[in-house]
């Protein structure tokens, strides 16, 4: 297979599609903003590591080796933007009773437990920002030696003055009255968009997370570590930032600020801004932690959602646009999702075994040659006449990841009614190789997840399903639609077909 069609991507710092040139022509490197590890993710944090795995799975598909680096925040920011508010981490370790070290630990393991359930494949290299605080603060040395920073009482601070182009990522208006709003903070700040480097820990008390440095005691601010991080494993200029839109108008302005002064160039340290769009309630309001207004993946599984369902939810959507989450549309993609695996378990069952299936079936697709190696290998085996659909494929996801699209052509293959079985399984695991809805491998009844509020067991709902064939059998209707009504009360909705009766956990909410 050859590449057929550029690679068309939006970058934010421009706003503009424009063709993506990689720095080395075979290699990609890409920095995500990782979470700050306080609570557990919410599924609109969660739409940012979807959009950035369809990325990746898209710059494999093109041929590129990946070098993925995510971050996680482990030692505390303030709760606004504004570098005022109580610390995330430290306010978290006091509500629970627990040490900032056992916080961090924690959600950082339910955050990458909750990536592994959405399929997304683990990065190159997780950055952990305590393990970087010498490397921080030499880099705030490196800045004070340049002369954009200032020291104020609770800190050192960034003097975005000094930067030309600050602000350009975000189109801020730095003379409109906006600018105030956006950024305030405390009292002695040159500018209202100048942002904490290093805070200082407060003289009547001692913080949960500090170190020494040659200003005195205290933490890194938020902005820093990214730039230290990011530049440390892929260097001073790289190709891709990605991160959801919220970072768009102060954390990346920041960062690349920093990355501008500390280097001594106006590049911003990547060639590439991306951002995803909110996931929003049906009020049109984002999720957000501090609102308490958030849903969790676990909220879905114990809701009787599979995590892979959300991630269908996702990509029907492009990255770049809002999407409202509601329960009836979750249902839909559960229902759309089990029709995809049922016809999948038909082509498996028509097919047989066969070894390139094995192979790509058993394969964990992580960037680079073994990736390259399966969609070649599938590419291979398929009829000249069919090659049209891999050709939509890659059409679609160059069109700046357009999942879609991907969609619509995955279930025109899907219901091909006379295209072989082979050809069509073969099609769907190459498409699977781009969307990682893990077709080959999950089973229909895989979705059926038990809700924590179920108060019925299988065996019971089976033999109610029994007891209402028999009645339907002896035309007792009125038994029938009792049973039918007390199942429903249980949430189980039933199905009747040519095979017998199916049926599924209702979506509560739905």
């Known amino acids: 297979m050859t590449k057929t069609h550029p690679l068309m991507l939006f970058n934010s710092y421009g706003r503009e599609l424009s063709e993506f040139v990689p720095i080395d022509p075979e290699h990609v490197r890409v920095y995500s903003c990782g979470p700050t590890v306080y609570n557990y993710a919410h599924i609109g944090n969660l739409r940012a590591y979807v959009f950035v795995d369809t990325l990746r799975r898209t710059l494999a598909w093109k041929g590129y080796d990946v070098t993925h680096v995510i971050n996680i925040t482990d030692v505390g920011h303030l709760t606004s933007d504004a570098d005022e508010g109580d610390d995330k ?14 916080i961090a630990a924690h959600y950082t393991e339910a955050f990458q437990r909750d990536l592994g359930r959405l399929n997304i494949m683990s990065p190159s290299i997780w950055s952990k920002a305590t393990d970087h605080i010498q490397e921080m603060i030499a880099f705030a040395q490196k800045l004070e030696d340049q002369g954009v920073t200032y020291t104020l009482e609770d800190g050192v601070y960034f003097d975005t003055s000094k930067v030309a182009s600050y602000g350009k990522l975000g189109l801020l208006d730095l003379e409109g009255q906006e600018a105030g709003k956006r950024v305030s903070g ?8 100048d942002f904490a480097v290093w805070r200082f820990s407060p003289t009547d008390k001692q913080r949960l997370m500090e170190w020494h440095t040659p200003w005195g005691i205290g933490a890194p601010g938020w902005h ?8 440390k494993y892929l260097g001073k200029m790289f190709d891709i930032h990605t991160g959801g839109i ?30 995803n769009e909110f996931l929003v309630l049906r009020d049109s309001e984002k999720m957000s932690k501090s609102k308490g207004n958030f849903l969790t993946l676990q909220t879905l599984v114990d809701r009787g959602i599979h995590p892979l369902v959300y991630r269908l939810f996702l990509l029907t959507a492009s990255y770049r646009s809002n999407l409202e989450f509601t329960w009836e549309a979750l249902d839909g993609s559960r229902a759309n999702l089990r029709r995809m695996l049922l016809r999948v378990q038909r082509l498996r069952d028509e097919v047989g075994p066969a070894d390139w299936l094995r192979i790509a079936s058993e394969a964990k697709y992580q960037s680079g040659g073994p990736f390259t190696y399966i969609r070649n290998a599938l590419c291979a085996g398929l009829d000249r006449a069919l090659t049209g659909y891999v050709n ?11 999942t879609p699209q991907v969609l619509v052509k995955l279930g025109e293959i899907l219901d091909h009614k006379k295209m072989p079985a082979e050809q069509a399984l073969r099609l769907v695991a190459l498409y699977d190789l781009v969307l990682g809805l893990n077709l080959l491998v999950t089973d229909p009844a895989d979705l059926a997840l038990r809700p924590a509020s179920a108060t019925i067991s299988d065996e019971e709902i089976n033999a109610l399903i029994a007891q209402r064939t028999e009645a339907r059998k002896a035309k007792d209707f009125a038994a029938s639609d009792r049973l039918r009504d007390q199942l429903a009360e249980a949430g189980v909705a039933i199905k009747d077909g040519p095979t017998g009766t199916e049926w ?3 979506v509560a909410g739905a």
């Open 392 to 402: 939509a494929l890659d059409q679609a996801i160059s069109n700046d990841l357009h």
């Open 89 to 102: 981490m430290e306010k978290a370790a006091e509500q629970q009773k627990r040490t900032v070290w056992d």
């Open 186 to 193: 405390p009292d002695g700040k040159r500018n209202p968009s």
């Open 246 to 275: 919220d970072h768009r108008q102060v954390h990346h302005c920041n960062e690349i600020a920093q990355n501008q002064a500390h280097a001594c160039t106006d590049h911003p340290g990547a060639n590439w801004w991306m951002h």
């Open 224 to 231: 820093l570590e990214c730039s230290v991080m990011s530049t």
């Open 504 to 506: 599924e956990w209702v």
